[in-house]
T-cell receptor, first 115, second 111 residues
Framework: NAGVMQNPRHLVRRRGQEARLRCSPM?????VYWYRQLPEEGLKFMVY????????ESGMPKERFSAEFPKEGPSILRIQQVVRGDSAAYFC?????????????FGEGSRLTVL | QQQVKQSPQSLIVQKGGISIINCAYE??????FPWYQQFPGKGPALLIA?????SEKKEGRFTISFNKSAKQFSLHIMDSQPGDSATYFC??????????FGKGTKLSVIP
């Protein structure tokens, strides 16, 4: 499967716990994006990363959220001290080229439920 | 100014009919307008996209119409099939990676 791989597909956490979502981009893609989808809403941009660099995190909440894309391994979206409002589907996308808004390929998402 | 407004919220079409979904935007810097199809439990998949230098683009049964002066674009699905039942999102981008999505249209095609 050469698509964008996300795991876990479903994650349940209690308030105050940490959530870690992982994303492996398509083969050959070095640009990774995270989007969040709230129920009955469209996707909203969170962060754009390249290997070892955060390029744009303007859509990330200022607190509790962080993202990384290490030299080796998948990109990680980390949510500390989760609250009920963090319950959403988190989608990762990757692209081959920088600055190419048309070439985003999305994974199947990680659905976070906070109890 | 970053909004993309999508309508209708839901749509029921008979098999063989035409499904039409409309979107409007405000930011004149947008230069890329894709449509995504999303099935339940799946990620959005790029369906078709258009840039503002053309007014229409057709791929199979799917057509995008684009009206630059009105800042509107629409998706037409001809000969709609039950397998087309999904949620459709329009989006807009300004030459970068940040797509602004509409809220989605849930399409149901009934036999």
């Amino acid at each position: 499967n050469a698509g964008v791989m996300q795991n876990p597909r479903h994650l349940v956490r209690r308030r105050g716990q940490e959530a870690r979502l992982r994303c492996s981009p398509m083969k050959g893609h070095s640009h990774v994006y995270w989007y969040r989808q709230l129920p009955e809403e469209g996707l909203k941009f969170m962060v754009y990363l390249q290997k070892e660099n955060i390029i744009d995190e303007s859509g990330m909440p200022k607190e509790r959220f962080s993202a990384e894309f290490p030299k080796e391994g998948p990109s990680i979206l980390r949510i500390q001290q989760v609250v009920r409002g963090d319950s959403a589907a988190y989608f990762c996308a990757s692209s081959l080229r920088q600055g190419s808004s048309g070439e985003l390929f999305f994974g199947e998402g990680s659905r976070l439920t906070v109890l | 100014q970053q909004q993309v407004k999508q309508s209708p919220q839901s749509l029921i079409v008979q098999k063989g009919g035409i499904s039409i979904i409309n979107c409007a935007y405000e930011n004149t810097a947008f230069d890329y307008f894709p449509w995504y199809q999303q099935f339940p439990g799946k990620g959005p998949a790029l369906l078709i996209a258009i840039r503002p230098d053309v007014s229409e683009k057709k791929e199979g049964r799917f057509t995008i119409s684009f009206n630059k002066s009105a800042k509107q674009f629409s998706l037409h699905i001809m000969d709609s099939q039950p397998g087309d039942s999904a949620t459709y999102f329009c989006a807009a981008g300004a030459g970068s990676y940040q797509l602004t999505f509409g809220k989605g249209t849930k399409l149901s095609v009934i036999p």
